[in-house]
């Protein structure tokens, strides 16, 4: 089965605090892409990243930085010097070479605090 | 890039109306397109995944006569929220998949927020 796990619910830091957000998934595909997207409050979902299973290398974008550890099953997310337009629902999604279907976890909501 | 826009973006309608929300790639032919919904502080569900030219495939548990889903052309989904109660207020949001491109190169609307008063 497929599953993705985002087990922080809620997260606030003060602006300028670094905030890491977790993400773990399960499958026995060996091929699948991992994505991070943004949600605000308008709704729209905000493509962050994509990653495949066979790149384990970690990524930097500018204050966003991910890690991918394929032994933990992990990908997990990094805002380094946060700020408040950093708030939003943070989603870590999942889907397989095979299927279209994105499978999502419950989300993290992080909270900037100025 | 890829847009993936949808319509209406927020929409009011009366309990045991029906609803209309569209989908629409802009710029590429959508081969499959992929309806979630998603309840407040909630994950977002799939619903529905419908292929151009055939009947969508419903996830368990989604009433297909309620939540009427038509894929006619390459650009196009529409999903149908049939004689709405306010329990289907929810955040609808649609995403795309590239049919000229082989990798998961998927697209996600803008989302409509429907509320049945």
């Known amino acids: 089965a497929q599953k993705v796990t985002q087990a922080q619910t809620e997260i606030s830091v003060v602006e300028k605090e670094d905030v890491t957000l977790d993400c773990v998934y399960e499958?026995?595909?060996?091929?699948?892409?991992l994505f991070w997207y943004k949600q605000p409050p308008s709704g729209e979902l905000v493509f962050l990243i994509r990653r495949n299973s066979f790149d384990e290398q970690n990524e930097i974008s500018g204050r966003y930085s991910w890690n991918f550890q394929k032994s933990t099953s992990s990908f997990n997310f990094t805002i380094t010097a946060s700020q408040v337009v950093d708030s939003a629902v943070y989603f870590c999604a999942f889907n397989t070479n095979t299927g279209n279907q994105f499978y999502f976890g419950t989300g993290t909501s992080l909270t900037v605090i100025p | 890039g890829a847009v993936v826009s949808q319509h209406p973006s927020r929409v009011i309608c009366k309990s045991g109306t029906s609803v209309k929300i569209e989908c629409r790639s802009l710029?590429?032919?959508?081969?499959?397109m992929f309806w979630y919904r998603q309840f407040p502080k909630q994950s977002l569900m799939l619903m529905a995944t419908?292929?151009?030219?055939?009947?969508?495939?419903?996830e368990q548990g989604v009433e297909k006569d309620k939540f009427l889903i038509n894929h006619a052309s390459l650009t196009l989904s529409t999903l149908t929220v049939t004689s709405a109660h306010p329990e289907d207020s929810s955040f609808y949001i649609c995403?795309?998949?590239?049919?000229?491109?082989?990798?998961?190169?998927?697209?996600f609307g803008e989302g409509s927020w429907l509320t049945v008063v």
């Open positions: 710029d590429f032919q959508a081969t499959t």
């Open positions: 419908s292929n151009e030219g055939s009947k969508a495939t419903y």
């Open positions: 499958t026995r595909d060996t091929t699948y892409y």
């Open positions: 995403s795309a998949r590239d049919g000229a491109y082989s990798g998961n190169t998927i697209y």
